[in-house]
């Protein structure tokens, strides 16, 4: 089993992406392409919540719900980072980069992370 992330290693991965920057919202820091929020890192350090497809959210969900849930109705997915595989946090990372960024981004992004 690999070592779990924490939200250091997820802003450094973040902020490794094409044009993404660190940001805050409502006091909190958020990781962001073209200003556009794909991530945040919440207060509580153990955590971190993604730009996801609703219905990726309800599979996941639904399956792990010990490890993912619904935060903010629907498009985003709390994840409980020491529940989860490095590989499988690096795959909903990108996938929420790829649904905040411009599509020229998002392929660029694609092709520049390894796959597992």
């Given at each position: 089993?690999?070592?779990?992330?924490?939200?250091?290693?997820?802003?450094?991965?973040?902020?490794?992406?094409?044009?993404?920057?660190?940001?805050?919202?409502?006091?909190?820091?958020?990781?962001?392409?073209?200003?556009?929020?794909?991530?945040?890192?919440?207060?509580?350090?153990?955590?971190?919540?993604?730009?996801?497809?609703?219905?990726?959210?309800?599979?996941?969900?639904?399956?792990?719900?010990?490890?993912?849930?619904?935060?903010?109705?629907?498009?985003?997915?709390?994840i409980e980072l020491s529940r989860i595989e490095p590989t499988a946090l690096r795959e909903l990372l990108l996938e929420g980069y790829c649904l905040a960024a411009p599509?020229?981004?998002?392929?660029?992004?694609?092709?520049?992370?390894?796959?597992?």
């Amino acid at each position: 089993m690999n070592e779990r992330w924490s939200q250091a290693q997820v802003r450094v991965f973040a902020l490794a992406l094409p044009e993404a920057h660190e940001h805050a919202h409502m006091g909190r820091p958020d990781l962001r392409v073209r200003n556009k929020i794909f991530a945040t890192l919440p207060q509580d350090g153990i955590t971190v919540n993604v730009k996801i497809a609703p219905l990726d959210l309800d599979t996941l969900v639904r399956a792990e719900p010990d490890t993912f849930r619904d935060v903010w109705n629907g498009r985003w997915v709390g994840i409980e980072l020491s529940r989860i595989e490095p590989t499988a946090l690096r795959e909903l990372l990108l996938e929420g980069y790829c649904l905040a960024a411009p599509k020229s981004l998002a392929a660029r992004a694609r092709a520049s992370v390894p796959q597992a």
